[in-house]
């Protein structure tokens, strides 16, 4: 890898280091104290009650929906047994909402007592953090950068800071999960289609977090691993139905009123489908704007980017720069929670590696300190809790919160876009300098050879 210099002066990147890692530490303090709440990693426990169902051979969507409770007594690994009810724990997330695929790969968690699945659940999510933040940092590609030490380590302690990382562990969400998966996927593209195709067909188990990288392979005409990511989760489908000893089409009729009943809830974010939601009265009609909507700035993104295709493009920063965009736009038009917000990292690592790396955007003196303030804030806004901030701001938490926050990933987004202009016409110019600077160099030497041809000749004279 090429190492560059830092973007920020040592003794600043050394101290805004310093400052998060002490919030780190507090972070890490306030997810212990609050997994072992008994609200603690709140959203899993959809996925630890449903996988009591898919042991007893049922059909855990099906009970969702007849508020059926699994047989007694249960006997727990652990040595826990339940002979009474309740199972579930009270006030806590009873719906399922990702694919059967994800309900199944979760299922081993509930041969545990609930307290000790949800500590374990923690514990794999918060290694998934470090997985993640890994490979977005060292392992994807982008034209062989590496950053800084300082540099690369508050990167890597932001990531872990944002209220949507923490939110995340905190919750007990499949986010994570999903996001390795994707990343897996983006890493394997060039060395394992197989590899790929799986490992995307398990993100898509979190369709609303993972279409970004659907598109993107869509996008690359890697078809082979698009059907293989479908029939991964057709094969999950399948599977679930054999063991519950129901129709594949029952469940896939399950998980299509599952998902409209979500768009129900309210986002965390003023959204496109928010906004259609209110306006239509019918969120039935404003998802299939969206779909519609979506589909056609796909297109049209796409066939943009088709049409200004330059062969010496870096694919891998360029790819870069899409996959940022796909991620904001995906955030933006549809349902999300907070906690979704963690994949935005890949804004983070494509200003600091663009700023590091000569000439990608070719930005002026002014123009860099614009995006390196940009980069500087936006984080601290991610990071701060709402809450905390509505102590200092009163009613910041709810309606204010919502509208900075949907505000500063359209800023996000718009700087992304124009990031991306900025490098296929640095590009462009390239192509455009190349044959006017192998003519001239063309020109000199055939006047040397000229010239050495002439005095080398015999004279006639002699």
């Given amino acids: 890898m090429q190492k560059v210099k830092s973007i920020f002066s040592t003794k600043w990147a050394k101290t805004l280091c310093v400052l998060a890692a002490l919030y780190a530490v507090a972070v890490a303090t306030y997810i212990y104290i609050e997994t072992g709440k008994p609200s603690g990693a709140h959203d899993f426990h959809a996925y630890w009650y449903a996988g009591h169902f898919v042991i007893q051979r049922h059909d855990p969507y099906a009970a969702f929906y007849a ?52 500590h374990l659940f923690v514990v794999i999510n918060l290694f998934l953090m470090l997985v993640t933040g890994w490979i977005v940092l060292r392992l994807l590609p982008f034209a062989d950068v590496k950053l800084s030490p300082s540099n690369e380590l508050l990167l890597f302690l932001a990531y872990f800071d944002l209220s949507a990382t923490r939110i995340a562990i905190e919750n007990g969400q499949t986010t994570l999960s999903v996001f390795l998966f994707m990343l ?8 394992s289609w197989r590899i790929t195709g799986v490992s995307l067909g398990i993100a898509l188990s979190k369709y609303s977090l993972s279409l970004p990288v659907f598109l993107f392979f869509v996008y690359k005409r890697k078809l082979k691993i698009v059907l293989l990511a479908i029939t991964v989760q057709i094969l999950g489908v399948l599977a679930l139905a054999t063991i519950a000893k129901t129709s594949p089409f029952a469940i896939v009729t399950e998980n299509v009123r599952l998902f409209f009943d979500i768009l129900n809830q309210p986002g965390v974010f003023v959204n496109l489908s928010s906004i259609l939601n209110a306006v239509t009265q019918n969120s039935f009609l404003a998802q299939i704007s969206v779909f519609v909507m979506s589909a056609f700035v796909f297109v049209l993104f796409f066939l943009w980017l088709r049409g200004r295709k330059l062969k010496n493009v870096s694919d891998e920063v360029m790819d870069f720069h899409i996959l940022t965009i796909l991620f904001l736009w995906t955030i933006l038009v549809g349902y999300h929670r907070i906690y979704d917000t963690l994949i935005l990292i890949f804004f983070f690592v494509l200003a600091f590696k663009g700023l590091a790396y000569p000439n990608i955007w070719k930005l002026n003196t002014s123009e860099r300190i614009l995006l390196m303030v940009f980069i500087a804030v936006t984080p601290l806004i991610m990071i701060l809790p709402d809450r905390l901030v509505d102590k200092v701001i009163p009613s910041y938490y709810g309606t204010i919160s919502t509208v900075v926050s949907s505000a500063l990933f359209i800023a996000m987004l718009i700087v992304s876009m124009l990031l991306t202009r900025r490098y296929m016409q640095n590009r462009r110019t390239e192509i455009i300098s190349v044959p006017i600077n192998s003519f001239s160099a063309l020109n000199q030497s055939s006047q040397s050879l000229f010239i050495e041809n002439k005095l080398s000749e015999p004279s006639k004279n002699a």
């Fill in 67 to 118: 508020g059926e409770q699994p047989e007694l007594p249960i006997k727990y690994l652990d040595g826990v047994i339940v002979d009474h009810y309740p199972v579930a724990q009270t006030s806590l997330e009873a719906a399922p909402t990702n694919t059967p695929l994800m309900v199944l790969l979760l299922t081993p968690f509930s041969f545990f007592s609930w307290n000790v699945a949800k």
């Fill in 184 to 191: 897996l996927a983006l890493l394997y593209a060039k060395k």
